[in-house]
């Protein structure tokens, strides 16, 4: 029989051996490595669930850039589900900094005031869906919104410096696009970045042939695949 199934006398204090609670289905399911990002994309905090308990949840185990790109998950130490399968970062104080709800599969968002939006998804899938640059060369349109086309370019294979492509614009451009004498192009942090002398332009991609400048706008400006 376990010694943890009868009452132990220790120094006339009974004490009764409790077994942790195993762990549930939808916890299991969350064990692994995963990523954290803003909706720009532009920062990113790798973190690993577990099952191991602690005191105030499960052991999460953050990645160290986290406390840098996101100053508010500086003391989180545990993590926790909630209503309707719910994921929760819990810090040192038991206090709930970010509750994340399923979009998706395995796609998950929060919101935090002040801060905007945050997206959760593994570690994997953020890798399946990197682009490489073989996949973006080619002629694009550069457009305001669908209807109104702004410039014709060409997403070259020559290499310029570095990680950079040599990028060429086609004659007919509206004036605006023209003075920002857009030249070289990369991909970064899986976002499309264009650049001239005017600037660097970040585009992220919102569908397999549409790229969309970041951060967003209402007046959105969009790359198309021609």
Excluded: H
Excluded at 74 to 95: M, P
């Amino acid at each position: 029989m376990s010694r943890c199934a009868l009452p132990l006398l220790v120094f006339g204090v009974c004490i009764v051996c409790v077994p942790a609670r195993a762990a549930t289905e939808a916890e299991q399911a969350m064990v692994g490595a995963w990523q954290i990002s803003n909706a720009a994309r532009d920062k990113i905090c790798p973190l690993s669930f577990t099952v191991e308990r602690v005191e105030r949840g499960l052991k999460v185990e953050l990645d160290g850039a986290c406390a840098t790109a996101f100053p508010s998950m500086k003391d989180i130490v545990a993590w926790s589900t909630g209503k309707n399968d719910s994921v929760q970062l819990i810090d040192s104080k038991g206090t709930i900094v970010l509750d994340f709800s399923e979009v998706e599969t395995l796609m998950y968002e929060a919101e935090r005031k002040g801060e905007g939006l945050y997206f959760m998804q593994t570690q994997a899938a953020v890798k399946s869906s990197t682009v490489s640059a073989d996949q973006l060369f080619g002629d694009w349109t550069l457009l305001q919104e669908f209807e109104k086309p702004l410039c014709k370019l060409t997403l070259t294979n020559a290499p310029s410096e570095g990680d950079t492509y040599k990028l060429a614009i086609k004659p007919g451009c509206t004036a605006a696009i023209a003075n920002l004498g857009l030249s070289t192009w990369r991909l970064a942090d899986n976002e499309l970045l264009l650049t001239g002398r005017g600037g660097t332009w970040r585009f992220s991609e919102s569908d397999v042939s549409i790229w969309e400048r970041v951060p967003p706008s209402t007046d959105p400006m969009l790359l198309m695949r021609q």
